[in-house]
Every structure is written in structure tokens, then in C-alpha cells.
């Protein structure tokens, strides 16, 4: 008998066009003891599949048919204080967002005390000493000092290991986990993925891993389920599902991953989004040995404290695309807003196209003639957007701004052809941010930022939100843009595939310093320094002849953040 039998379920969502269907009799079982992975693009279903059996749809969705049986009970219709006494205690759930899933005004330590209490009969000072206990078997450093901190203080990494933590806390038999490494450098990422594998595994518990990164899927996973559409297209063992894809899917979404040999054309995007033609005028080109941007001696301090950024100095040439790498708090990001002037730096200079534009205060650079040329996509599409802009407005905002284009035909024209772009439908254009899904939303964000054909083109994470599919137009989009209009790239990616891809050359930060530098082809194929070494082995890939499985990963690889 199965841990978990999802049975022919369907799911429907009431809305003011009717009841859309999301999941349309979906079948799948875990194993005590396995991992399952469910991979598929946004919209598959996959989160809906993770919600529906926890019960914690919302109240727009309907269960309308199929059945969800847990350890042999039916679940699907359970009542409220039965829910309570299942959730947390025999099977539990790692959110895609631990920072928006803990409670901001809470400590850590109490909020591990709250799930505990809630199962187990205990005083405030045993689930204290437990909550410390859990702290410290996730391996967060210096347990004691976390116990009392608030989710704000803490990194992504740790918040994740904290929502770990709580998942554990009681000791459940299935544990779900929905996207948990989103937005987590590789390094970061391996090591709570070793982390989850190894706890699951030393407590003989089930885990439904929901990714769409296959890599992922293939390193820590027994079996891999493919949802498109609210549909289980085809479940198999990685080695058999990635060496051997018998859906049409399937296939589409291996050809469109990026591994460790892949180059941007190799990558097959979806037919269904297309790619367009250059709609934009065409850029000057410079001439192939001028400096673009020269960065010398780039300080950021923040208080008083260690600064950010130590003396950092690089070139970019036109049409040139240089990629910064390293882990959280490296400060690539930082590097990347004082280039775009939106920090001022501590000291050093920065110089574009011969002009000093870090002499220019960041509150008076949007006057300067140069501000078009260098545009920014930001890490968080949904913080970055404004929510009373339409995605219209949003692509429309620097037209107007910039080059002064009004409401006639030629600006809807430039805001639709730019959409056509990064494959956004032309349909969406009258939606508001919070009507968009994060990979809608990221493509408004790249679709604004080149709409006025800047000449450094700053991308910090870029793709980190979209589907493999749409993330291959979108780099094939970015590629021919590069090489057909001259632009030069400064591209911050955690996906190290990516800027193996993308970028000529490659800068490895740790902790506001560059450690190594030069062609990427190199860095990633022969790193010299031992932290390159470690951010190239974190990368998860799949092998179609060999996909690895957790039994064959050391449970002592994963280290405290």
C-alpha cells in the first residue's frame, strides 16, 4: 500500500469567466520512503496537485472529483479539526517562499515552538529546548543566537532551513516540498537539498519534490511524474525519463534545459511562444576593443561595518557580455545597482563610453542623456514592477520617459512588438502585476528594460522565475540582441549553466572580492581557485545516461549557513 494514492483527482477554480479546471484526473502514488519528484512548467498544476493534499486550496477551488488517501484514509473530504491533527504531524509542507511563510513579527525559536505545541503536550521550556535541538539538526550556525531572531535577520538559506525545521518538528511520514531552493545560489541550494535528502532519509520519510528544475529532479529523486495542463503525462525513474523521454513534452522540456554542455542554440524553446523578429532600430556598433564600462577600485560600504564590495575592477566591451557568479551576499547585486546608478559607491569610478558617470549622484542621474543606454532587469519581477501599472505601462513607462513617445500608434506598436520579444501574449498586456504569474511578470521585466534598445543591458537573474521553455527564448532572444545591436551584457545569475552560456567572460565573487576571473569556457571546464571549484560541483544537472540517485549523495556534504 502507498504512503500517498492521489486518485483521478480533479480540481476546478471558480472565477468570473467560469470554473477553469487545474487538475483533470491526476493519478500518482508515493512510497514510504521515496522521493518523488513532480516537474512541469507554471500552470501544470504541480502546486495545486501539493495543495490539494494538504487541504489547503483556496476557496475559489473545488475538489470535484477522484479521491486523496493518505496511509490508507481517505482524506479528501476530512473536516477541519481532523485536518489539524494530519498537517505537521503526519505529513507537512516546505512553501516555495520561506520568508513570506513565516510569521514576520515572530521569532524563529517560538514559531518552531508554536508547530510543536500544537501536536505534542509540552511546556513553553521543553519546546524551547526542542526547537534549539531542530535548529541545530539543520545545521544552521549558532543555533542559540538564531532561536531569538526574527525571519528579517536571516538569509534565504537560513529561513528555508528554519521552515525545514518546522516541517520537522514532529516527525511526519511524507513531507511536501514546493520549489525550495527558488531564488538560492547553488551552493546554497545543494547543500538544503543534501540536507532534506539526508533527514528524509535517516528518518525513513516520503517527499514529494515539486521543481521545474529538472537537474534538481534527477539528482535527488527515485521517480519523476511530468504534469502539463493539469495532466500526468509520464512518470519513470530519472535515468529512464531523461535518456528516454517517450512524451512529446517531455522531450521539449529536456531539450529546452540547460546543462553542462549546452549552448544557447542547442536549446529548443516552445513553439508555442514565439520568438519574433528584432523589432527594434539598430544600434552603432563600437569598435570591438573599446571599453564600454571601466570599473576601477569599486568600494560600497554599508554603515560601519565590512564592506560590501573590496576593490572591484572589470571592463566590458561593446557587444560583450561578462557574467558575475558567487554565492548570496558576494555582492554581485550591489555591483550591478551602483553600475546602473541606483547606489552611489564609497569610493572608486565608473566610467561609460569614456564619461564618468559615477561622478553623477544617483538621485540626478534619470537627467542624464546616457540613462536610456543603461537599463537593468531586476532579481524580483513582482517587487520591481509597479502594481497600479499595467504590463502596457510597465513596457510603455520608458518609452515615454526616455524617448518621449506619446499614447498614438507608434507606441503601442514599440510596447507590442516588445512584448512579441520575450514571448509575453499580447493578450496580457492589459493585466495589473498581481494578475500575472512570476514568469509573466519577469518577462515584463526584461520586455521594459530593452524596449528603449539600451547599450549595457544590466541582468540580475533574469530567469530565475521562468520555465525552461520560456527561459530558452528568452536567452536566445537576449543572445541575438547582443550580437545583432551591439548591446553589452553585466549578467548575475545563480544558474551557472546560464552564464556558461551567455557570457564571454566570467568574475567570481566571494564575500566583496573578486577570487578568479577569465573566459568562461575555462572557468567552468578548469576553475584554478578551490571556491570556483565548489560553485561548479554545486550545479545540479542531469546525465540522460546516468541520473544520480540520494543514496549515492554523503550525508555529511551538507554545511552550516
Given at each position: 500500500?502507498?504512503?500517498?494514492?492521489?486518485?483521478?483527482?480533479?480540481?476546478?477554480f471558480?472565477?468570473?469567466?467560469?470554473?477553469?479546471?487545474?487538475?483533470?484526473?491526476v493519478s500518482?502514488?508515493?512510497?514510504?520512503?521515496?522521493?518523488?519528484?513532480?516537474?512541469?512548467?507554471?500552470g501544470?498544476?504541480k502546486s495545486?496537485?501539493?495543495?490539494s493534499?494538504?487541504?489547503?486550496?483556496d476557496?475559489s477551488?473545488?475538489?470535484?472529483?477522484?479521491r486523496?488517501?493518505?496511509?490508507?484514509q481517505?482524506?479528501?473530504?476530512?473536516?477541519?479539526?481532523?485536518l489539524?491533527?494530519?498537517?505537521?504531524?503526519?505529513m507537512?509542507?516546505?512553501?516555495?517562499?520561506?520568508?513570506?511563510?513565516l510569521?514576520?513579527i515572530?521569532?524563529?525559536?517560538?514559531q518552531?515552538?508554536?508547530?510543536?505545541?500544537?501536536h505534542?503536550d509540552m511546556?513553553?521550556a521543553?519546546?524551547?529546548?526542542e526547537?534549539?535541538?531542530?535548529?541545530?539538526?539543520?545545521?544552521?550556525?549558532?543555533?542559540?543566537a538564531r532561536?531569538?531572531?526574527y525571519?528579517h535577520?536571516?538569509?534565504?538559506?537560513?529561513?528555508?532551513?528554519?521552515?525545514?525545521a518546522?516541517?520537522?518538528?514532529?516527525?511526519p511520514?511524507?513531507?511536501?516540498?514546493d520549489?525550495?531552493?527558488t531564488?538560492?545560489?547553488?551552493?546554497?541550494?545543494?547543500?538544503?537539498?543534501?540536507?532534506?535528502?539526508g533527514?528524509?532519509?535517516?528518518?525513513g520519510?516520503?517527499?514529494?519534490?515539486?521543481?521545474?528544475?529538472?537537474?534538481?529532479?534527477?539528482e535527488?529523486?527515485?521517480?519523476?511524474?511530468?504534469?502539463?495542463?493539469?495532466?500526468?503525462v509520464?512518470t519513470?525513474?530519472?535515468?529512464t525519463?531523461?535518456?528516454?523521454?517517450r512524451?512529446?513534452?517531455?522531450r521539449?522540456?529536456v531539450?529546452?534545459?540547460?546543462t553542462?554542455?549546452?549552448?544557447?542554440?542547442?536549446?529548443t524553446?516552445?513553439?508555442?511562444?514565439?520568438a519574433g523578429?528584432?523589432?527594434?532600430?539598430?544600434?552603432?556598433?563600437e569598435?570591438?576593443?573599446?571599453?564600454?564600462?571601466?570599473?576601477?577600485?569599486?568600494?560600497?560600504?554599508?554603515?560601519?561595518?565590512?564592506?560590501?564590495?573590496?576593490?572591484?575592477?572589470f571592463?566590458?566591451?561593446?557587444?560583450e557580455?561578462?557574467?558575475?557568479?558567487g554565492?548570496?551576499?558576494?555582492?554581485?547585486?550591489?555591483?550591478?545597482?551602483?553600475?546602473?546608478r541606483l547606489?552611489?559607491?564609497?569610493?572608486?569610478?565608473?566610467?561609460?563610453?569614456?564619461?564618468?558617470?559615477?561622478?553623477i549622484?544617483t538621485?540626478?542621474?534619470?537627467?542624464?542623456?546616457?540613462?536610456?543606454?543603461?537599463?537593468i532587469?531586476f532579481?524580483?519581477?513582482g517587487?520591481?514592477l509597479?502594481?497600479?501599472?499595467?504590463?502596457f505601462?510597465?513596457i510603455?513607462d520608458?518609452?515615454r520617459?526616455?524617448?518621449?513617445?506619446g499614447?498614438?500608434?507608434?507606441?503601442?506598436?514599440?510596447?507590442a512588438?516588445?512584448a512579441?520579444?520575450?514571448?509575453?501574449?499580447l493578450?496580457?498586456?492589459?493585466?495589473?502585476?498581481?494578475?500575472?504569474?512570476?514568469?509573466?511578470?519577469?518577462?515584463?521585466?526584461?520586455?521594459?528594460?530593452?524596449?528603449?534598445?539600451?547599450?549595457l543591458?544590466?541582468l540580475?537573474e533574469?530567469?530565475?522565475?521562468?520555465?525552461?521553455?520560456?527561459?530558452?527564448?528568452?536567452?536566445?532572444?537576449l543572445?541575438r540582441?547582443?550580437r545583432?545591436?551591439?548591446?553589452?551584457?553585466?549578467?548575475v545569475?545563480?544558474?551557472?549553466?546560464?552564464?556558461?552560456?551567455?557570457?564571454?567572460e566570467?568574475?567570481v565573487?566571494?564575500?566583496g572580492?573578486?577570487?578568479e576571473?577569465?573566459?568562461s569556457?575555462?572557468?567552468?571546464?578548469?576553475?584554478?581557485?578551490?571556491?570556483?571549484?565548489?560553485?561548479?560541483?554545486?550545479?545540479?544537472?542531469f546525465?540522460?545516461?546516468?541520473?544520480?540517485?540520494?543514496?549515492?549523495?554523503?550525508?555529511?556534504?551538507s554545511?552550516?549557513?
Open positions: 500500500m502507498s504512503l500517498l494514492a492521489i486518485e483521478d483527482l480533479e480540481v476546478g471558480a472565477t468570473r469567466s467560469g470554473r477553469v479546471a487545474a487538475l483533470k484526473g500518482l502514488a508515493v512510497e514510504a520512503g521515496e522521493t518523488l519528484g513532480l516537474v512541469g512548467e507554471s501544470s498544476g495545486v496537485t501539493a495543495f493534499v494538504m487541504r489547503l486550496l476557496r477551488a473545488t475538489i470535484s472529483g477522484g486523496i488517501v493518505y496511509a490508507g481517505d482524506i479528501t473530504r476530512l473536516g477541519r479539526a481532523d489539524r491533527a494530519l498537517r505537521g504531524a503526519a507537512t509542507m516546505v512553501f516555495q517562499n520561506p520568508r513570506a511563510a510569521n514576520p515572530r521569532t524563529v525559536g517560538l518552531i515552538a508554536d508547530a510543536l505545541r500544537a505534542i511546556s513553553a521543553q519546546a524551547r529546548a526547537a534549539l535541538g531542530l535548529l541545530a539538526a539543520v545545521q544552521i550556525r549558532d543555533p542559540e532561536l531569538d531572531a525571519p535577520e536571516l538569509s534565504g538559506g537560513m529561513c528555508q532551513r528554519v521552515m525545514i518546522m516541517a520537522m518538528s514532529c516527525a511520514k511524507l513531507l511536501i516540498a520549489e525550495p531552493t531564488g538560492l545560489d547553488v551552493t546554497t541550494q545543494k547543500t538544503v537539498m543534501d540536507l532534506l535528502a533527514l528524509t532519509r535517516s528518518r520519510m516520503a517527499m514529494m519534490l515539486i521543481t521545474h528544475d529538472l537537474g534538481l529532479a534527477a535527488y529523486c527515485d521517480r519523476v511524474a511530468v504534469m502539463e495542463q493539469g495532466r500526468i509520464e519513470a525513474s530519472p535515468a525519463l531523461f535518456s528516454d523521454p512524451h512529446a513534452y517531455t521539449r522540456l531539450a529546452a534545459s540547460p553542462r554542455t549546452s549552448t544557447v542554440a542547442s536549446l524553446a516552445d513553439p508555442a511562444l514565439p523578429v528584432v523589432a527594434f532600430p539598430q544600434v552603432r556598433r569598435s570591438a576593443q573599446a571599453a564600454l564600462l571601466t570599473v576601477e577600485g569599486l568600494v560600497k560600504r554599508f554603515g560601519s561595518g565590512e564592506p560590501a564590495v573590496k576593490g572591484v575592477s571592463n566590458i566591451r561593446a557587444g557580455s561578462l557574467g558575475l557568479v554565492e548570496s551576499g558576494s555582492g554581485k547585486s550591489t555591483i550591478s545597482r551602483m553600475v546602473c547606489l552611489d559607491q564609497s569610493e572608486g569610478s565608473i566610467l561609460f563610453d569614456g564619461e564618468d558617470i559615477g561622478a549622484p538621485g540626478k542621474f534619470h537627467q542624464s542623456p546616457l540613462r536610456k543606454a543603461i537599463q532587469v532579481q524580483d519581477p517587487d520591481s509597479n502594481p497600479r501599472f499595467s504590463a505601462d510597465s510603455a520608458p518609452l520617459k526616455l524617448l518621449g513617445l499614447k498614438g500608434r507608434e507606441l503601442k506598436d514599440r510596447v512588438a516588445t512579441d520579444q520575450v514571448g509575453l501574449p493578450d496580457l498586456l492589459d493585466r495589473f502585476p498581481h494578475q500575472l504569474s512570476g514568469g509573466q511578470k519577469a518577462r515584463v521585466g526584461i520586455a521594459r528594460a530593452i524596449s528603449v534598445a539600451p547599450r543591458l544590466v540580475d533574469p530567469t530565475a522565475a521562468l520555465d525552461v521553455s520560456v527561459q530558452a527564448v528568452v536567452l536566445q532572444l543572445d540582441l547582443r545583432e545591436q551591439g548591446m553589452a551584457y553585466l549578467f545569475s545563480h544558474d551557472l549553466n546560464v552564464i556558461r552560456m551567455m557570457c564571454d566570467t568574475i565573487m566571494q564575500n572580492s573578486i577570487v576571473r577569465g573566459p569556457q575555462r572557468i567552468f571546464d578548469a576553475p584554478a581557485e578551490a571556491y570556483t571549484r565548489q560553485l561548479v560541483a554545486a550545479i545540479p544537472h546525465d540522460p545516461h546516468r541520473a544520480r540517485q540520494p543514496a549515492d549523495m554523503p550525508a555529511s556534504r554545511q552550516p549557513l
